[in-house]
Structure formats: C-alpha cells, structure tokens
C-alpha cells in the first residue's frame, strides 16, 4: 500500500492539468506543490478550454474535480488530448460504461474514483465484509447515512452509491436503494442524504434489529485525504493504459 506522506522514490515530477478549481481543485493544487509537482495548467470553464485546451497536451496528467453535467466531456477532451485522466466527480457514472469503451478504443487511461480517501477504500471494504456476514440474517436491516456540506450536488453521494451497491450484491432480497424520506418497499435500501454547512463528509452504515444495532462509520475532518488520494492515484497512473479505480491502487 503507498504511504500517504511520502512520494515514491522513482517518480518523476509530473505536470498536471487541474480541470476544476473549486475547493477541492485548490486542495489538489496546494498537496500537489507540496509533493514536488507542477500545476501547469488550470481550466475552470468553456473560456479556459477555449483559450486553453492546446496546452493539455504538454501535460502529464489531468485530475478532474467538476460536476456531473460537464465532467464525461472533460474526459472526453482529455483522451483527446492523450493524457492520463484522474477523475473524483461523482454523479455521472451511469455514463461510466461508455467512458470506459472510448477509454480503450482510444487506448487512454482513467482513473475515477467516487471517493478518494485512503481510509473511506478501507471503509468500503469492511462494508462488504460485514455485509457477506450479515447477509443471511433478516432480522438485521441495513441503512446508509450520509452528511455533507450544502454546496455538494448530488444526492445520495458516490460513495453512499458504493457502500450500498456492495450490501445490495452481498444480500439477497435487497434489488436497489432509495431515498429513506419516503416510503420504500422491502426489497429497497433506504439512504439519508443531508446536507450541512462545513461538513466535509460522514457516511454511516447501519444494521439494525430489534435487539441491537451494528454501525460502521466513517467520518472526514477535511479535504486532504481526498486530494493525496488523487495524487498518489495520478502518480500510479503513469505509464499504464485503461480503466482503474482504488481497488487496483491499493489491491484490496
């Protein structure tokens, strides 16, 4: 596993392409000085590809932080451009498919991920494996909270997503998720979404009976977990051709 504070021996300075520069581009921007890399380019908008887009190809990689509407096109442009693509957008993955074809017709490489963080990969992790342990009990029913600042857009998370896709493929009768504000059927996993001022992001899985509770949390205290788990991610990219996510990273 790469460890978080220290830049690998071989690795060569890279130059990177910052496609968004919200908070977490600037994030990105201030982990990526710190870890001897370069910013090299900063596009946060139609204008900046306009004047900007010739200058993606003297770049090493790309890390894309945007939203879900444009970040399938940043990609796009990216493969064109035949750079690597580090994408943490969430939101749009059920175009992930398609990505993927264009990605290896065109023999490019992608890395997405719907979260980052070291640990929340780990936290994925234990999900499956209480889930597969849990799985033939009925008597314990699972929920997905998640909480984040009110600037994000989507709703539930793309991590939420992750942690209920994995309980959903260990546990029979459970087809799909659903928002836990409505009435939902029985063979539907209910996810709370809220939305807080300054909360980087806290998921909570829960099992629940009617004789005790299971719960595995996860919890951020700020944006640098994300932003070196891009850049450790953009830095294992060199190099390779295809389609990746954490679980090749970090071979869990």
């Given at each position: 596993?790469?460890?978080?504070?220290?830049?690998?021996?071989?690795?060569?300075?890279?130059?990177?392409?910052?496609?968004?520069?919200?908070?977490?581009?600037?994030?990105?921007?201030?982990t990526a000085i710190a870890r001897g890399h370069q910013i090299a380019l900063i596009i946060d908008n139609e204008?900046?590809?306009?004047?900007?887009?010739?200058?993606?190809?003297?770049?090493?990689?790309?890390?894309?932080?945007?939203?879900?509407?444009?970040?399938?096109?940043?990609?796009?442009?990216?493969?064109?451009?035949?750079?690597?693509?580090?994408?943490?957008?969430?939101?749009?993955?059920?175009?992930?498919?398609?990505?993927?074809?264009?990605?290896?017709?065109?023999?490019?490489?992608?890395?997405?991920?719907?979260?980052?963080?070291?640990?929340?990969?780990?936290?994925?992790?234990?999900?499956?494996?209480?889930?597969?342990?849990?799985?033939?009990?009925?008597?314990?029913?699972?929920?997905?909270?998640?909480?984040?600042?009110?600037?994000?857009?989507?709703?539930p998370s793309g991590t939420a997503i992750t942690l209920a896709n994995d309980i959903i493929t260990a546990r029979p009768g459970l087809t799909?998720?659903?928002?836990?504000?409505?009435?939902?059927?029985?063979?539907?996993?209910?996810?709370?979404?809220?939305?807080?001022?300054?909360?980087?992001?806290?998921?909570?899985?829960?099992?629940?009976?009617?004789?005790?509770?299971?719960?595995?949390?996860?919890?951020?205290?700020?944006?640098?977990?994300?932003?070196?788990?891009?850049?450790?991610?953009?830095?294992?990219?060199?190099?390779?051709?295809?389609?990746?996510?954490?679980?090749?990273?970090?071979?869990?």
């Open positions: 596993m790469p460890c978080l504070n220290q830049q690998p021996q071989t690795m060569n300075h890279l130059r990177i392409a910052l496609i968004g520069y919200g908070k977490m581009g600037k994030e990105v921007e201030k204008d900046h590809w306009e004047q900007f887009a010739d200058k993606l190809t003297s770049c090493d990689v790309a890390i894309e932080f945007t939203t879900p509407d444009v970040a399938p096109k940043n990609i796009i442009k990216c493969f064109e451009a035949d750079i690597p693509v580090v994408c943490g957008t969430t939101g749009w993955l059920n175009e992930l498919p398609n990505i993927s074809r264009i990605c290896h017709q065109k023999n490019q490489s992608l890395f997405w991920a719907s979260n980052f963080s070291i640990g929340v990969n780990f936290f994925f992790k234990l999900n499956s494996q209480l889930a597969n342990m849990l799985s033939e009990l009925d008597g314990y029913r699972p929920r997905i909270m998640e909480t984040h600042h009110t600037e994000k857009m989507d709703a799909k998720w659903g928002d836990a504000s409505t009435d939902l059927p029985a063979n539907t996993l209910p996810i709370k979404s809220y939305r807080i001022e300054n909360i980087t992001g806290t998921h909570a899985v829960t099992y629940e009976s009617v004789i005790d509770s299971i719960e595995i949390k996860h919890t951020a205290h700020n944006r640098s977990g994300f932003a070196e788990g891009a850049l450790i991610a953009a830095e294992w990219l060199q190099n390779k051709k295809g389609v990746f996510n954490m679980h090749d990273l970090l071979n869990i």
